[in-house]
């Protein structure tokens, strides 16, 4: 078992800057991927961002690229999703989740899931 906590959602206004935080504890040796994703009230969950193992290799959804960067500590068992450029659109409930091999966009790949943060951008 992985247990997932992720923390750092707050209140934000459009053009600010959050960074969220996910620390893993358990059996973290079983960890590869590890991926952000968000969930807006009445959407499906979606991909937000993910990052290999050894934090070479990493995608984003196209809404995210290049105002989003995600990174990780494996020392800590800690993965970040630094949040620039914030938009009202990114409005969600943020989780983290993990799965023991390569990157993948499904959330039905990943295997542990936290209990999500929220970010809510307003204008």
């Known amino acids: 078992q992985v247990q997932l906590v992720e923390s750092g959602g707050a209140l934000a206004q459009a053009g600010d800057s959050l960074r969220l935080s996910c620390a893993a504890s358990g059996r973290t040796f079983t960890i590869n991927t590890m991926g952000w994703f968000r969930q807006a009230p009445g959407k499906a969950r979606e991909f937000v961002a993910a990052i290999s193992w050894s934090g070479s290799s990493t995608y984003y959804a196209d809404s995210v690229k290049g105002r989003f960067t995600i990174s990780r500590d494996n020392a800590k068992n800690t993965v970040y999703l630094q949040m620039n450029s914030l938009k009202p659109e990114d409005t969600a409930v943020y989780y983290c989740?993990?799965?023991?091999?390569?990157?993948?966009?499904?959330?039905?790949?990943?295997?542990?899931w936290g209990q999500g943060t929220q970010v809510t951008v307003s204008l």
């Open positions: 989740a993990t799965r023991n091999v390569g990157l993948a966009f499904d959330p039905r790949a990943y295997v542990y």
